[in-house]
């Protein structure tokens, strides 16, 4: 019968991999992300403006050769044309290959075109009228300093690629184009540009200007590099207290790649790239990124290999699946050539404020049901239950605010209706994020920091009189330094260097337009984002200062000295260091990397797992200054970071942190330098004692190394144990999250379910960690591939359902997947707590050379079986970290118990 000729397991997972699993000319696709269906950027093999456009001739020869091209021409999208790169965009019909595009003459290589999410920020906060200090981070990163030394990026010239700018802005300089602000760049793409269309429509302008995003991520991205909010009465535009941007005396252009909704290609990004290094630019700053296991090989991370090779300096936020644990990092940041930013969170945030009786300032998030509209002067009263619902009185709180720690156990409309009924005159919460409240009395939030500061000046003065409103504050926040809670862990699932480094990005006050403004509720123009996406832009304005200064610099060059002079970061409310697998070198002070008259690289050493490690790394030592140094070595270690519980597959949301470092050796403690002359140091490493292998922890710290003028340090990082080992496929949770074929009711089957393809069957899949393959396959019950544990595989199974186009991360089409990122404990940006899989009865063969390319993404869908009622399971395979994809024993396999399928 028909099904027995589909391949057989070991054949199945051989032929995804091995000698030609597609054309050597197309880039594989990749993580779970979505492609445009049809789309793929052909890129030529003459580049130069010296050559004729061959874009024209690529068609006629197209037609020439496969007529079909001739009568049913796919639709032509982006053309990129500049020294690095030529090349089109090409929407394929039906009857068209990407094989015969790659077939061609003149042809380099062919790029499906991966469709990038839409950037999100991570919380808004309501913006401010009254005056107040200084709203944004510059005193924690050296960009005060050197703005008081006169230095604002004069000469430099950066690009931001985002979702376009509102430039009318006064803070932004009210203008666009030479001699304006924001001087340079275009819209590529157009207010209807979609890349979820079936076919996006571009109608690029020469102006970026965004006034129609709901949250303006481009302007406000913008704003922190480009923003000059002194002494603006404009009605609408004046700002909470004045303050400046990074770098706004730098040339400074904005490519707009996000029509006002949805998402974008990769296509356009590249494009946006090689637009912005064509228009001269420096630095590149890239709020934007996908969950990723590995950086990979569509084309937004070659644009920026070869412009990197050009001494572009490209800035890429890391993402914002912190949240999540380990392993949640970004791609393109995982680009070797790419900056990847961490970020770390200012030291006061703008925000709904109520002062205490020493008039310290307190921000808190007033209730949906309304906060403090009319300002009244109280005493608090602290309930001594902590859940807020173990008692449902509180004596006392009679003409008081009641203060309440809440854990989860009771609503914020009961606990606030409790307060109401006992008379206090608001209610506040602590230790949560927003609430909903009760309109019977004013209510708020404030987070567990905020509470503790609340507790403190409790203790030093219980009578105290509180003025609370609903008027804007400056606030200082509890977490000021440290790593914020949203920022992605990495590493990639090569254990590369990732982060590399951090920047301010939690609770940013910069510029928004008129629009998004209103969308968030605002009087002005300026609201309160935070994310890795406002990290970015500071970073890359803060090389924009240092260029500045220090003239042009390779990348590799700009890389080592922002990573050399950064700050390593506490963990929050601990004395340990955080690990540079969360912040890379750690926050970055660029006064300090300006000055520096020392370069010790490489600026970072990734150890591998300690099977890898090597005996020594070997670190040069360079005294650029002037005069001779003595140079004094040593090391500081970084918190043990272990994100996985035995007992437990899915890796922890919350890195348990612990005071295991490393024992560090050089070769000398000391090396004299004479002016401009370097020497070798050899470092050998120890991994922690107290670290369980078994758990996989990331051990890490920073080399110091000193000078009587300057320390420069040096991060590492590397897991203690055997990385291949690590558990891929979640079996054992105890926050059921467990991976498998599910009954009627979502509960794991047992041997011998009985399960109704018609109605569909619920099959889950959870990766514990970040695989470079991964496949579902359907078997025949027990049919055992003589002399091996496998059985017969009928096909990869085939998703019925064509998942929602918004969420990328799923199987749409066949469960086979090369780069998949891996499953969170809760759902964050870009990691989604498992893949859903349902299953109408559909297996197709595992792809053949080529099947990788079709526009239905992947798989063989020109063939697919049902199969008949019967007896089955499901095979899971992930390929281990650091295995050979064509080896079936690399593989991490789960079998389901045997069931029967119906109709
Ligand atoms: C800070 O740490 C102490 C001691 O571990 C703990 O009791 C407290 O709740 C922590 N505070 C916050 C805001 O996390
Ligand atoms: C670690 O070792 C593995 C196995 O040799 C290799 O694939 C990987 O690239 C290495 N990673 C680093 C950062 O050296
Ligand atoms: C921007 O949008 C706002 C609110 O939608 C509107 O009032 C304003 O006129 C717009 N500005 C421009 C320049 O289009
Ligand atoms: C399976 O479900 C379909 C519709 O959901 C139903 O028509 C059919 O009778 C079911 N089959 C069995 C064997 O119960
Ligand atoms: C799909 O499978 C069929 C049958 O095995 C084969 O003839 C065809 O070439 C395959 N198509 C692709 C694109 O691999």
Redesign the pocket.
């Known amino acids: 019968m028909q099904l027995i000729k589909v391949a057989s397991a070991l054949f199945a997972l051989a032929s995804v991999v091995s000698a030609a699993p597609h054309h050597p000319k197309i880039a594989k696709k990749t993580p779970g992300a979505s492609y445009i269906p049809g789309a793929y950027t052909v890129e030529f093999e003459t580049t130069g403006s010296s050559f004729a456009d061959p874009a024209a001739s690529f068609m006629q020869s197209l037609g020439k050769e496969h007529p079909k091209y001739a009568t049913n021409p796919p639709v032509k999208g982006t053309q990129i044309k500049n020294k690095l790169f030529n090349g089109m965009t090409l929407h394929l019909g039906d009857n068209h290959s990407p094989v015969e595009l790659a077939n061609m003459k003149n042809v380099k290589r062919v790029y499906p075109v991966k469709i990038n999410r839409r950037p999100t920020a991570v919380r808004t906060k309501a913006t401010p009228l009254a005056p107040g200090n200084d709203v944004t981070p510059h005193e924690m990163t050296g960009v005060g300093a050197t703005h008081r030394s006169g230095h604002f990026g004069k000469g430099v010239k950066i690009a931001v690629i985002d979702t376009g700018v509102?430039w009318?802005h006064p803070a932004l300089g009210g203008c666009f184009g030479p001699g304006c602000r924001i001087s340079f760049g275009t819209d590529l793409v157009g207010d209807a540009y979609d890349a979820d269309a079936v076919v996006p429509v571009l109608t690029p302008d020469s102006d970026p200007?965004d006034?129609?995003s709901s949250d303006s991520h481009g302007t406000h991205t913008t704003g922190i590099i480009a923003a000059d909010a002194r002494g603006i009465t404009q009605t609408g535009f004046k700002p909470f207290a004045d303050f400046v941007g990074v770098a706004p005396e730098a040339t400074i252009g904005h490519y707009r790649i996000f029509g006002c909704n949805g998402n974008n290609g990769d296509d356009v990004m590249a494009n946006a790239i090689f637009r912005a290094y064509a228009d001269g630019a420096q630095i590149i700053s890239i709020s934007i990124g996908e969950a990723s296991a590995a950086a990979d090989e569509s084309l937004t991370p070659h644009a920026i290999e070869l412009v990197k090779k050009a001494g572009v300096h490209v800035v890429v936020s890391a993402g914002n699946d912190g949240a999540g644990g380990l392993y949640t990092i970004g791609d393109p940041s995982l680009s070797p050539s790419s900056y990847s930013v961490a970020s770390i969170d200012n030291h006061a945030a703008v925000g709904s404020a109520f002062t205490g009786p020493d008039n310290a300032v307190y921000i808190y998030g007033p209730a949906s049901s309304g906060g403090w509209s009319t300002p009244i002067k109280s005493q608090i009263f602290q309930a001594d239950v902590n859940d807020g619902c173990a008692a449902n009185t509180y004596p006392g709180a009679a003409g008081k605010v009641l203060l309440v720690r809440y854990n989860g156990q009771c609503k914020s409309s009961a606990i606030c209706g409790s307060a109401a009924k006992q008379g206090a005159t608001g209610c506040l919460i602590y230790n949560v994020g927003g609430i909903a409240g009760n309109p019977a009395v004013p209510s708020g939030s404030v987070d567990g920091g905020t509470g503790e500061r609340l507790l403190k000046s409790l203790k030093a003065n219980p009578a105290g009189v509180f003025t609370f409103s609903n008027s804007q504050g400056l606030g200082d926040l509890p977490t000021a330094g440290t790593a914020s809670d949203f920022t992605s862990y990495g590493t990639d699932i090569e254990l590369n260097f990732k982060p590399d480094i951090a920047g301010v990005g939690g609770s940013i006050y910069s510029t928004v337009?008129?629009?998004a403004?209103?969308v968030g509720h605002s009087d002005v123009a300026y609201l309160v984002l935070s994310g890795t996406s406002m990290a970015c832009p500071y970073v890359a304005g803060s090389l924009a200062l240092l260029l500045e200064q220090r003239g042009s610099l390779s990348v590799d060059q700009g890389k080592a000295l922002l990573q050399n002079s950064a700050k390593p970061a506490q963990i929050y409310n601990t004395t340990l260091v955080e690990t540079p697998v969360r912040v890379g070198a750690g926050l970055v002070q660029i006064d300090r990397a300006i000055a520096s008259q020392t370069l010790v690289t490489p600026s970072f050493l990734a150890l591998n797992d300690t099977k890898h490690t090597k005996k020594n790394y070997r670190l040069r030592v360079k005294n650029t200054g002037k005069k001779s140094v003595t140079y004094t070595l040593s090391h500081v270690g970084s918190a043990l970071a272990t994100g996985i519980a035995a007992g437990n597959d899915m890796p922890l949301p919350l890195i348990n942190y612990t005071p295991d470092y490393a024992t560090v050796k050089f070769s000398n403690q000391k090396v004299t330098l004479g002016a401009g002359k370097s020497a070798d140091v050899t470092v050998s490493f120890t991994a922690p004692k107290g670290a369980n292998p078994k758990l996989l922890p990331f051990y890490g710290g920073y080399i110091k190394v000193a000078s009587p003028v300057e320390t420069i340090s040096v991060p590492y990082q590397g897991v203690v144990g055997d990385f291949s080992k690590a558990k891929m496929i979640v079996e054992n949770s105890p926050v059921a999250l467990t991976n498998g074929v599910k009954d009627a009711d979502g509960n794991p089957i047992t041997a011998n379910a009985i399960l109704n393809a018609t109605a569909g069957i619920d099959v889950e899949l959870v990766l514990a960690q970040s695989t470079r393959m991964v496949m579902v396959e359907v078997l025949a019950a027990g049919a055992h591939i003589p002399g091996t544990t496998l059985s017969n595989s009928l096909g990869v199974l085939v998703p019925a359902k064509v998942a929602d186009k918004n969420a990328p991360y799923t199987f749409t089409v066949a469960a086979i997947r090369p780069n998949q990122p891996r499953n969170v404990q809760n759902d964050g940006q870009g990691n989604h707590v498992s893949y859903a899989l349902p299953w109408y009865g559909l297996v197709t063969p595992a792809p053949a050379p080529g099947a990788m390319d079709t526009p239905r993404q992947h798989g063989n869908n020109t063939v697919q079986y049902s199969v008949p009622a019967g007896k089955y399971q499901v095979r899971f395979s992930a390929l281990r970290h650091f295995g050979d994809a064509t080896k079936a024993s690399d593989y991490e396999t789960v079998l389901s118990p045997v069931f029967q399928v119906v109709y």
Request: charged letters at 20%; a neutral charge.
């Open positions: 509102y009318k200007m006034n129609c337009s008129p629009h403004a209103e």
